[in-house]
């Protein structure tokens, strides 16, 4: 995996005007590769060039000494309310290989208690406009005072002091009877599999940032206050504390759960995290006590493959908590292709159909996952028609919305637009040699097996996954054990014979 190699703090205003010219560049490459919306002179006013009386950039690059992240931090000077103030902003950013660690938090608490001790008794202020959710979500989860907050709203004299500090840095309302909402223009570049998962995470900090900003994928910023106190600091040390603590923690956890003793002693969580899958809910306690019998809890930190692309695949997994990633290979690059939340099932497909896998799964976060074998699950699955049909039905699931989202005829569904059609199917189960009828205004999507279409009395074989639009009476046979979905017409879309 790419890793930061090394770090170093540089101050603008100590650098010549080419060596500034350079560093902006430099972050700028960075900048446009994850954000949208702001060209190169506005991001430079920001970042390197701020009016702020004070300004430090923590610089991370590579092995190979190539710029891969930045956290600038500022200080603006004020007075307000009769008394001198600070009041800290900053813009960061780094390129998704090299996201997962806690170094910018730590630079941050260091220099804001350097300023703090070298100016004792000054009141201070940490003031954001959020343009996405992991901000919000990332300052929630470090200080215990943040502002606004999914328990309350601000007391309004505090209120009227984020809306003042605002329009003070220039910030325009978006409307007016929403004074924390502002323009930023900042438009995260994130895949339609990335904004779906922010748009119905479940982490409570950051449906609240959603609700609160639903207009962030235009580039709004939620107006964020952290008061730089005494509390508020030691809440960012115990965070940074439990982090570095639960590395180890974790590494020996991963080897008790694979003793015997262990295993038991972990059996009480893997049913805890099974009965609240939705997949797995509805089983009675034997099936359930059975099924985590021979299952196991894997930990593991922020920055780690469950598998790679390749491997074989003889287990499927349950994403208790945390956040993964599924990338590619494209290339000498890793392409993103969905986020995973909490109550995710993957690695299913590729165990289903004995194929190896097509995609890495890399944690976010530190995640727990529950880790179910495939000899367990095919067991129950034989057992249980439901569980087969839901497993069966998640499968169809990604294996269309891999084909389809590839089709530029289909762009205008959308993610949610295409599973919803999907959602609309009967799925069906073909045994070796049975045959089906099929009217015209249909589509199939062959899930796995081999069908064979008959075309002027020739049967013509097509592998899963096929989708195709039936336009005249057809006879289908299943070669071998099918299974396919027969979807309604999706009156959008062009005619469509076969895709595959």
Known sequence: MPRIASSEIVVPKTLSSDARRKLTDALYEVHRRIFDGVERESFAKY?????????????????????????????????????????????????????????????ALKMALRYLLKHPGRQAYYLGSLVHPSSYTLLAGNFGEVWPRREEQPPPELLAFMDALASEFGLEKVEPACPLVRRVGWRTRETEMERDYWLHCDKPVARFFVEANPGYVEGHGLVTLVPVTVPNLLSLVRSQVRRKLRQ??????????????GARLMRPEVLRQLRRADLFSHFDEATLHELAR?????????????????????????????????????????????????GSLFGEIAMLAGERRSASIRTATASVLVRIPRTALLALMASHASLRQGVWRKFAERRFDDLVRGLERYAHL?????????????????????????????????????????HGGVWMATRGS?????????????????????????????????VG
Request: hydrophobic fraction near 40%.
């Open 47 to 107: 970042v390197v060039d701020s009016k702020a009386e004070h300004t430090w950039i923590h610089l991370h690059k590579n092995e190979a000494g190539e710029t891969v992240g930045y956290f600038a931090l500022h200080v603006f000077e004020k007075h307000l309310g009769g008394k001198p103030t600070a009041v800290f902003r900053a813009e960061a950013g780094s390129l998704r290989a090299y996201r997962g660690g806690n170094a910018n938090a730590r630079f």
């Open 248 to 261: 180890p923690l974790q590494a020996m956890a991963a080897r008790v759960q694979r003793t015997a003793l």
């Open 414 to 454: 959308g993610r949610k637009g295409r599973l919803a059609w999907m959602g609309r199917g009967e799925h069906r189960e073909l045994a070796a040699t049975e045959t089906l009828s099929l009217e015209p205004g249909r589509h199939v999507f062959v899930t796995s097996g081999v069908l064979e279409i008959e």
């Open 294 to 342: 021979r299952s196991e809890i894997v930990s593991l930190p922020g920055g780690s493959y469950v598998f790679h692309e390749g491997d074989a695949s003889d287990e499927m997994y349950l994403l208790a908590s945390g956040a993964a990633y599924v990338v590619v290979e494209d290339g000498q690059q890793e392409k993103l292709v969905d986020e995973l939340g909490s």
């Open 466 to 498: 096929t989708l195709l639009e039936v336009e005249r009476p057809l006879r289908v046979r299943a070669q071998e054990a099918t299974r396919l979905s027969l979807l309604p017409r999706e009156s959008e879309a062009a005619p469509l014979r076969m």
